[in-house]
Every structure is written in C-alpha cells, then in structure tokens.
C-alpha cells in the first residue's frame, strides 16, 4: 500500500455547474466552497498531512471582473468566519503563489498563515495567484542572484513549495485533462485522476474511491 502525504486538487467545474442549475457561474463558486470544506475534513481522516488546492491561476486574471470581484470576497469571508475554526482543528494554512491583491486581502492572508502556523495536523496549501511558470522563472532568478549552482536540490529551495513534499496524487475534477499551469515540477512522479464530476458534485464516497485505487498503484519512479 502506498503512503499518502500529500494530496493536491484542481478544483474545476464551478462555473458550469452553476450555469446548469442556478443560471450563475458565481453561484457554482459558492456552492465549491462547501465541497471544499467536505474535503478538508474528510483529507484528516485520511490522516494525509497535506492538501493543496488551486483557488485561482495567474491566467484566471482574463476572468471578468465581476467574477474575479466574487471570488476574491467568498475567500475574504472564508478567512474571516472559518480562521479559527482552522486555529482549533490544528491546521496549518499556507499561501502559494504572488500576493498582490488589495492591501486588506494581503494582511488577512498574512495574519492567516501567521496565526496558524504552528500547526500540525493538516497543512493546507492555498494557490492563489498561483502559476508554475512564473514560480520556475522566479525560482531560477533567485538561483542566479545568489550564485547558486543550477542542480535539482538548489532549485527546490526557491520554489513556494520549499520543505513541502511533492504531491502524491493529483485529483482534477471538471472533465478536464489538462494541468492549466499547476505545479508542473512538482507533479513529475504524481499519479493522476481526473474526474468527470464538476467539483461542487465531488463528494466524500469520490475522494475515498480514488484514495483507495491510489494506493494499490505500482509506482515506480523510474525503477522496476
Ligand atoms: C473553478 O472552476 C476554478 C476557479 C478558477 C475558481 P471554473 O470557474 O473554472 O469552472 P468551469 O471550468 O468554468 O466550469
Ligand atoms: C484551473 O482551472 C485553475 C483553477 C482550478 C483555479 P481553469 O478553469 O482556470 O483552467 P482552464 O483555463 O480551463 O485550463
Ligand atoms: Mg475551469
């Protein structure tokens, strides 16, 4: 059975689902939040240590505005209600990713990740404003300025994902086969589902069964 550390999720479907039943793509974005929470709970459960869970990509900025405006305010309430919720459950939150939005979205997210940062039973890792792209090219110019030699273990150190083990499993929901410029270094040995289910219908009896097949694969990282 493989061990399971490190989960990460492309949450997609939102829009679609709520365009399908409540004639609103902001509507799906609510309704996300709630598979999000069911999510968390059930990845401590599992005893997984962490959950990364792409929120918004540095290409999600071509959103228009209105959207973009809603997205930002669900994740400025969520931080507001749920942080000491996070406090006493233990959980760590972690923001990967560019933080340049509004001067209060920036403290809220600071102050977050300060207030929780000794905890240890679940790491969160939130990606926002997130591109792997940009993470890589930023990486790679901290290299240089610090005249670090150019190897895979100095790399490492400047990517926001320092000290955080690679994903084991990467879960896409939305029907979708494509990465969409998440944690393209990280993901070289992860095993990957994608699910035709738009992520507000992803459920807990979803995540297990794919838990559950993860951990009967062969894997192999190159050996036999
Ligand atoms: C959520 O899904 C991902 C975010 C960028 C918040 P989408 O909003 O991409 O939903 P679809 O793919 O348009 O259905
Ligand atoms: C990926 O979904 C980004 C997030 C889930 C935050 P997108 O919906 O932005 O991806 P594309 O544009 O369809 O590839
Ligand atoms: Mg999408």
């Excluded at 505005?65 to 233990?90: A, C, D, M």
């Excluded at 100095?154 to 955080?164: A, E, S």
């Excluded at 095993?191 to 995540?207: A, G, Q, R, S, T």
Aim: hydrophobic share 35%.
């Amino acid at each position: 059975m493989n061990p399971l550390n490190h989960v990460a999720i492309i949450m997609d479907g939102n829009g679609r689902w709520g365009l399908k039943y409540k004639n609103s793509r902001n509507a799906g974005h609510k309704a996300g939040l709630n598979t999000v929470e069911k999510i968390i709970k059930e990845t401590i459960k599992n005893k997984i240590k962490y959950l990364t869970l792409y929120a918004f990509s540095t290409e999600n900025w071509k959103r228009p505005k209105r959207e973009i405006n809603f997205l930002f305010n669900l994740l400025e309430n969520f931080l507001i209600n749920r942080i000491e919720e996070l406090q006493k459950k233990n959980i760590k939150l972690k923001i990967i990713g560019v933080k340049s939005f509004s001067d209060k979205l920036n403290k809220l997210l600071n102050t977050s990740e300060r207030k929780t940062s000794k905890n240890s039973k679940l790491q969160i890792n939130l990606a926002l404003n997130y591109g792997s792209k940009l993470e890589l090219i930023n990486a790679f110019k901290d290299l240089n300025k610090k005249k670090d030699k150019i190897n895979e273990k100095n790399l490492v150190k400047y990517l926001q994902t320092h000290n955080i083990p690679d994903p084991d499993l990467l879960i896409r929901t939305g029907n979708t086969k494509r990465l969409s410029n998440f944690l393209l270094w990280q993901l070289a040995y992860s095993e990957i589902f994608f699910v035709k289910k738009l992520w507000p219908e992803f459920n807990e009896k979803d995540y297990n069964m794919i838990i559950k097949k993860f951990k009967k694969i062969k894997r192999n990282f190159g050996n036999v």
